[in-house]
């Protein structure tokens, strides 16, 4: 099995080419190819399908097997991939994602895509909730961008043990879906820090929906502009609430490399492919 691992700011995941059809056991195989030791490596498996509504569809699965509605990072990722493939030459795509179409515009260097962005959709800000972990509450914002997000405005972001805290919350009753959770501090009414706890895959150097949740929640807050940069751990994000109600999310991507690996048909014992790159 042929595959290639892109990053936007260290999110980084497993590509696969399912323009031809989707291998068995997804969840399997997500887990077996994300894992760091043993495997490919990522924070999840993104698949690069053909769509009967926009021009690719997005299939992104967890580190955990799971699968996702979206992912911010990943979807420019697709964009790159496509585009540097030779799969369209065109620089405006439609994508067809769990959480429903996505627009993405590209951005090319040298004749190939550097980064791109993306019309994440309209935001859904809940009510506040509160979730008591460790002896502490803490007061939490819900938001939908086509997945469930908490976002935490706490004093310190660094100190933070997030491997003890997030499990918390994404497994907390009050998000029978599991939620991603991103903790925030504003630094002022136009920069935000951040670090995140995706549901399925733990502590990550970022995650685009996860920053357009963040800022959606401060805007409502009165606590940021419309217009900001998310600084996370891999780097920083462009995230702006514009006036037709979406949200538009831009950053980077880069190719990191290309590899086959042996990973066996389900139902047989065959292995596709062999060695690594």
């Known amino acids: 099995m042929e595959f290639s691992k892109l990053h936007g700011l260290g999110n980084?995941?497993?590509?696969l080419n399912c323009m031809e059809g989707m291998p068995g056991d997804m969840e399997g195989l997500a887990r077996r190819l994300s894992d760091r030791h043993f495997g490919v490596g990522g924070d999840g498996v993104i698949c690069v399908c053909p769509s009967?509504?926009?021009d690719f569809?997005?299939?992104?699965?967890?580190?955990d097997g799971s699968e996702g509605e979206m992912c911010g990072n990943g979807i420019r990722g697709l964009g790159k991939f496509v585009f540097d493939r030779g799969l369209t030459d065109k620089q405006r795509l439609v994508i067809e994602t769990e959480a429903g179409l996505r627009t993405l515009a590209l951005h090319l260097e040298g004749g190939t895509v550097a980064g791109a962005t993306v019309d994440m959709g309209a935001p859904e800000v809940g009510g506040p909730c509160t979730v008591e972990a460790w002896g502490r509450v803490y007061r939490g914002l819900p938001v939908s961008m086509g997945n469930p997000h908490c976002v935490v405005e706490v004093e310190e972001v660094?100190?933070?043990?997030?491997p003890r805290l997030g499990p918390v919350f994404?497994?907390?009753?009050?998000?029978?879906q599991?939620?991603?959770?991103?903790?925030?501090?504003?630094?002022?009414?136009?920069?935000?820090?951040?670090?995140?706890w995706e549901r399925g895959s733990g502590e990550t150097m970022a995650c685009g929906t996860g920053a357009c949740a963040a800022v959606a929640a401060m805007v409502r807050e009165g606590r940021l502009e419309r217009r900001v940069q998310v600084r996370l751990a891999g780097g920083s994000l462009e995230v702006a609430w514009r006036e037709d109600g979406h949200i538009y999310l831009t950053g980077p991507v880069q190719w990191v490399f290309d590899g086959t690996t042996a990973v066996p048909r389900r139902g047989s014992g065959r292995a596709l492919g062999g060695g690594a790159e």
Do not use: C, S
């Open 12 to 15: 980084d995941y497993i590509y």
């Open 52 to 54: 009967g509504r926009g």
């Open 57 to 63: 569809r997005m299939r992104m699965f967890n580190a």
């Open 158 to 162: 660094e100190r933070l043990n997030l």
């Open 170 to 176: 994404e497994h907390h009753p009050a998000f029978p």
């Open 178 to 196: 599991r939620t991603n959770t991103e903790f925030v501090r504003v630094l002022d009414t136009r920069t935000l820090q951040m670090r995140v």
